[in-house]
């Protein structure tokens, strides 16, 4: 079941808060940028690169994806591996705030995230 409108508000509050520590300059955004997707029940956190061969086009890198478990009023973490799926986040699989599982992210201990 999808984020209600309140529910979708408060996360992309809390995104666009925690995100400013990692993006970069304002003047460079067009080039590189850090942003986030909502899909159902999951945000994704995502790199937007400017295409070096044609600069009108962007890449986007998936970075991290948090799911919000809703029986288990859980968030669970993953990062996107070189296989190209998503893995669980080890030694911190879940969070019980959006909050604590993006400065997780953030902070991003063992270089999963951010390299």
Same mark, same amino acid.
């Given at each position: 079941m999808p984020f209600s409108e309140f529910e979708l508000k408060r996360i992309e509050m809390i995104l666009d808060k925690a995100l400013e520590k990692r993006r970069p300059h304002a003047h460079s955004r067009h080039e590189f940028d850090i942003r !986030?997707? $909502?899909?159902?029940? *999951? &945000? !994704? $956190? !995502?790199?937007r690169r400017q295409d070096w061969r044609d600069k009108s086009h962007y890449?986007?890198?998936? /970075?991290?994806?948090? /799911? !919000? &478990?809703? *029986?288990?009023n859980v968030w669970k973490i993953y990062w996107m591996r070189q296989d190209l799926k998503w893995h669980s986040y080890q030694p911190n699989p879940t969070a019980t705030r959006l909050e604590a599982a993006i400065e997780t992210i953030i902070v991003d201990e063992y270089g999963c995230f951010w390299g």
């Open positions: !986030f997707r $909502i899909d159902k029940q *999951s &945000v !994704f $956190i !995502f790199e890449n986007e890198i998936d /970075t991290a994806k948090l /799911t !919000f &478990v809703k *029986s288990q």
